[in-house]
T-cell receptor, first 112, second 114 residues
Framework: SQKIEQNSEALNIQEGKTATLTCNYT??????LQWYRQDPGRGPVFLLL?????KEKRKERLKVTFDTTLKQSLFHITASQPADSATYLC???????????FGKGNQVVVIP | DAGVTQSPTHLIKTRGQQVTLRCSPK?????VSWYQQALGQGPQFIFQ???????QRGNFPDRFSGHQFPNYSSELNVNALLLGDSALYLC?????????????FGPGTRLTVL
């Protein structure tokens, strides 16, 4: 069966350190993968998209890698700040036409 | 430029009732997708509307139906509500149905079924 797995345990990290989140998937062949941020009671906010032929993508303090052989994406927040505390969702394109399949999300708590 | 808006913000219904949720897409967007997000879970795709037609559908029963209007706004209707329908309902808009178009999500409607 198809699965998108993100760590269910919250990641507690000291301010200034790098937070690294993992997204593993099985039985998907996505053309791209996206990362979203979601704050409590709010809708997800798009952060980054990485295509299957891209190894790495950066945006300000964010970095995403995509390994289609390992079927894994890593999401890094460098120099983390308390304002980065949120749940981060990974999403895969499924069957074309912008239909997304989401993981459960991984909560990040940045401690001042 | 307004982003995606949804109404109402919160809704409480009882089992067996029917509910209609509304979504206005971001200005310039013509495609609307609906997602259901249960507590502690990721959003689950319900369906997508483009050119006033349902283009794709996720694994949801026929109790879930929708509509898109000529101005691209959309409605999600759920009939015969069950307790398990309690969730945050998210609307996302994009320009076209291309796989690489960024989706913008609204704040969601929190539906509670008692």
């Amino acid at each position: 069966s198809q699965k998108i797995e993100q760590n269910s345990e919250a990641l507690n990290i000291q301010e200034g350190k790098t937070a690294t989140l993992t997204c593993n998937y099985t039985n998907y062949s996505p053309a791209y993968l996206q990362w979203y941020r979601q704050d409590p009671g709010r809708g997800p906010v798009f952060l980054l998209l990485i295509r299957e032929n891209e190894k790495e993508k950066r945006k300000e303090r964010l970095k995403v890698t995509f390994d289609t052989t390992l079927k894994q994406s890593l999401f890094h927040i460098t120099a983390s700040q308390p304002a980065d505390s949120a749940t981060y969702l990974c999403a895969l394109e499924r069957n074309g036409n912008n239909r997304l399949a989401f993981g459960k999300g991984n909560q990040v708590v940045v401690i001042p | 430029d307004a982003g995606v808006t949804q109404s109402p913000t919160h809704l409480i219904k009882t089992r067996g009732q029917q509910v209609t949720l509304r979504c206005s897409p971001k200005s310039g967007h013509d495609t609307v997708s609906w997602y259901q997000q249960a507590l502690g879970q990721g959003p689950q795709f319900i369906f997508q509307y483009y050119e006033e037609e349902e283009r794709q559908r996720g694994n949801f029963p026929d109790r879930f139906s929708g509509h898109q209007f000529p101005n691209y706004s959309s409605e999600l209707n759920v009939n015969a509500l069950l307790l398990g329908d309690s969730a945050l309902y998210l609307c996302a808009s994009s320009l076209g149905t291309s796989s690489y178009n960024e989706q913008f999500f609204g704040p969601g409607t929190r539906l509670t079924v008692l």
